[in-house]
Every structure is written in C-alpha cells, then in structure tokens.
C-alpha cells in the first residue's frame, strides 16, 4: 500500500518526501475516507512545522475515526498544533 511506502519514507527520509507521496495519494482520491492517511499526513505537517495545515488534517481524521482510542490521540495532537498556531 502506497500510505505504508509513505510512512516508511517518512521513518527513512523524512516528513518532507513522504509528504510527496502521500499528496500524491490523497490527489488520487482513493483513501479519502480513511482516517489514517489523514492522520499521517497531519503528522507530517506536524513534524515540518505546518500547524495550520497540520490541524486541518487533524480534523478531517476526526470526522473519520471510529475508534474512542484513536480519537482521543487525534484530539491531543490537534490541541497541540493548535495551541503553536500563533
């Protein structure tokens, strides 16, 4: 699965040619209902110092999950980008 090479580069490279990947993936439309690839691609926005953008991920992880586990991590990270967002 492409979402996974994403996240492996990401562990390898870096957030910023993962992030290429997973735009890549998100423009293909076919995981937009996947909370994951959200929450994947806010984390790397995180990790590059894009809170705006991070958060708006966050939040569309959110409107997907249906785990209360899961959730909750959502809810703190997106708290935490939003409270650096100046």
Known sequence: ??????VAVAMAEGPRPAL???DDLAASSDLD???LM???RAD???RMGSPEEAA??????LKL???ESERRFL???LAEVQSSIL
């Open 44 to 46: 790397l926005l995180r």
């Open 38 to 40: 959200h929450a994947a």
């Open 20 to 22: 290429a990947i997973m």
């Open 1 to 6: 699965m492409t979402l996974n090479r994403a």
């Open 75 to 77: 809810e703190r990270r």
């Open 33 to 35: 209902n996947y909370h």
């Open 56 to 61: 708006n991920s966050y939040k569309q992880a």
């Open 65 to 67: 999950v249906t785990n």
